[in-house]
């Protein structure tokens, strides 16, 4: 029974986790300065409509 509490508690954070990641990404793509659409609004962009901002939202994309 106690392997399962462990299992679940390990899925609820990585899930938390993953949660977070998604949340960060939206804002830094609702962020951005869109006047010239450059590669950071179009990676955050894609990553949060794709699922990929779990990873996404903890990298800083600068545009140059």
Do not use: F, R
């Not at 938390?16 to 962020?31: F, M, Q, R, S, Y």
């Not at 951005?32 to 609004?41: I, L, M, S, Y």
Request: aromatic fraction near 6%; charged fraction near 15%.
């Amino acid at each position: 029974m106690k392997t399962h509490i462990t299992i679940i508690t390990i899925y609820i954070a990585l899930l938390a986790v993953e949660l977070i990641g998604e949340v960060k990404c939206i804002i830094k793509a609702v962020n951005c300065n869109w006047e010239p659409v450059g590669k950071a609004e179009i990676i955050y962009t894609g990553a949060s409509l794709t699922g990929l901002g779990a990873i996404v939202g903890y990298m800083d994309i600068q545009d140059n």
